[in-house]
């Protein structure tokens, strides 16, 4: 397999599905509120990694789950992603104005309609959702996948990640408080995206405990990788500023554990997640180099 | 009947069935992010009218439905409608820092606060909206009453009247602009609050279609005669300033048809709400008197 190629296919196929759930809005020019359909569709056709979606795919794929059962999630976890991600750069937030080398949607089109564009994203998110219960074989499963979405993108999950990382800005906190903001901020969204694609395949109750466990360690490691990038990479290669979280005063993993002892922590977790994914008994090659690829990237 | 007596009671029992979905935060405070669950319960216990839950539960008796059925979908409608006040009182939006003569979220909360506590209230509407349909008993229909509620608050709807309203900001524009701005804005919310209350009822298509006029009226006349309130009413009375329209520079019913045509519009529309309501064949006393009290009211 090269990996290569199969993760540019999976990220064809994906965006596919989710640009076509997009409004289009030239055609919907009599709209007057037109702006807000550019402004999210700017927001979606970001060239993110499309990784949330991809991970929900290929969970389901692991457990024999048809790719038509997944689709309209894909777009949901996408939009939920991409709605935190402009509300996480407005002013009012982290006041970022670029994300992957490209201008975020409140410096193109002003914080209001970034506040704005947010909202509609989030909600058009849920819009998506119930149209995919709706045309769901297996309702139930549906419904309980968006649920677990649901749950996993709000106070008690992502949002709440969000809220004890803004009130420790600029303080030095502690590796436990750091667990707690990643588990929620990184790491709800993730477990979110991987247990809903077990849901919609209709994997056991185990075998979705195991995912959560497997999606846990993988968002954990991101999230260390992350703060690894950020002072041994470049900007060039990120594609966003270097050095950002030193800047922003920033406690992370790398300032509190040490570069060392922080790849030792990917490794460990990436390792435990792979072996758990053996003990299922299902076999998908490519999600296991998907989460190899993820916790060692370079960008 | 004594309308005032039936009010007060029917706000009880929304506040009551609203208020038990709430997060409760001092059970929570193991939760780092409690925080986020003070400022949303801070924005929901603001002392609101609940037309919004009034309006869908008096639909829902219109058609013999039963309360328990509209219950979790109380509480999704004024969710939504509480998380559109915070947004838009934000600094990047209106600005307030009053509302119903108490300080905005934002105003206690800070600004990061208030774009996140939005986006959590959002969220748990819909988290609230799903368990509603998992508790349904007919299934199909929660499902289709969460469907007309999340398009009529997106895009397409409420926030689509946002975004045209604050494109028009500070110019001059005319009554079908004006029109488009509040069919959305204002609009959109009253009618997912009727119509859903009827879906969930099992109205017929045909009285749904019937619903929806009214609401549309219901929803029209309601901002008139907002916009007549601000000319004519006082500070006191309406827990707001007043003049904010002129001190904004907004066009609005007054300004573009005067106060006596304004008036006119609101009857007009009022009166043939009320007839098609009695076309129904279907009798909710309070119903009418709650249309004629919102359309006439004084604050």
Not at 52 to 61: A, G, Q, Y
Not at 118 to 130: H, V
Not at 182 to 188: D, M, P, R, S
Not at 197 to 216: D, P, R
């Amino acid at each position: 397999m090269d990996f290569k190629t199969e993760l540019n296919k999976r990220v064809d196929y994906i965006e596919n599905i989710i640009y076509s759930s997009l409004i289009d809005s030239s055609k919907s020019n009599s709209d007057k509120q037109a702006e807000i359909y550019e402004a999210m569709n700017y927001s979606v056709q970001s060239g993110g990694k499309r990784l949330r979606p991809m991970l929900m795919l290929e969970t389901s794929r692991l457990f024999h789950g048809r790719d038509e059962d997944v689709s309209y999630f894909l777009t949901v976890i996408e939009l939920i992603h991409t709605y935190s991600l402009v509300h996480d750069d407005l002013e009012a937030m982290d006041n970022d104005e670029y994300r992957r080398g490209r201008k975020t949607t409140h410096a193109v089109y002003g914080e209001a309609m970034g506040v704005l564009c947010g909202d509609a994203l989030l909600n058009y998110a849920f819009e998506m959702g119930l149209k995919g219960i709706k045309a769901a074989k297996d309702k139930d499963r549906a419904l309980d996948a968006l649920d677990y979405i649901a749950t996993k993108a709000g106070a008690f999950g992502m949002i709440g990640g969000q809220v004890v990382d803004i009130k420790n800005e600029n303080s030095d906190i502690d590796i436990e408080t750091l667990d707690y903001i990643n588990e929620l901020k990184t790491g709800a969204l993730i477990e979110a995206s991987m247990v809903a694609g077990a849901i919609l395949a209709g994997a056991t109750k185990q075998e979705v405990q195991s995912i959560e466990k497997i999606a846990s360690n993988v968002g954990k490691a991101f999230q260390i990788q992350d703060d690894i990038l950020d002072v041994t990479s470049t900007t060039e290669v990120l594609g966003k500023p270097v050095l950002s979280d030193e800047k922003n005063n920033k406690s992370t993993y790398v300032t509190l554990l040490g570069i060392e002892a922080a790849s030792e922590k990917v490794k460990q977790l990436s390792e435990e997640a792979i072996l758990i994914l053996r003990e299922l008994n299902e076999d998908n090659v490519f999600l296991t180099e998907l989460i190899h690829h993820l916790v060692y990237r370079k960008k």
